[in-house]
């Protein structure tokens, strides 16, 4: 199975840009349905977004539709969260999840995902 390593996170201030990288090793990344989570502490891990295995469907948490996209390169073996017009409330601890699944649907929940990366802050001030 695939294991994750997580990159890219950082502070910029409201309205910047920062795009988050999710690499894999091991395992058959294509066969693999990613998602992103974001967690502040005291509070449950939350849905960000999520794709399938294809690439083809993607979703997305209402909090940041419009603002943030999900995107995966299966060449580099590689998941990315673009996210723009960064606001404030967006600041936590963002994770990249995977699970080998043929399902032609995101993934949305936290216990869909068995396997995780290591988290970085993104931290957005104001």
């Known amino acids: 199975q695939v294991q994750l390593v997580v990159s890219g996170g950082g502070l910029v201030q409201a309205g910047g840009s920062l795009r988050l990288s999710c690499a894999a090793s091991?395992?058959?990344?294509?066969?693999?349905?990613m998602g992103w989570f974001r967690q502040v502490p005291g509070k449950e891990r939350e849905y960000v977004a999520g794709m399938t295995f294809s690439g083809y469907t993607t979703s997305y948490a209402d909090s940041v539709k419009g603002r943030f996209t999900i995107s995966r390169d299966n060449a580099k073996k590689s998941a990315y969260l673009q996210m723009n017009s960064l606001k404030p409330e967006d600041t936590a601890i963002y994770y990249c999840a995977a699970k080998a699944t043929p399902r032609n649907t995101p993934l949305t929940l936290r216990h869909d995902y068995d396997i995780w990366g290591q988290g970085t802050q993104v931290t957005v001030s104001s």
């Open positions: 091991g395992g058959t990344f294509s066969h693999y349905a």
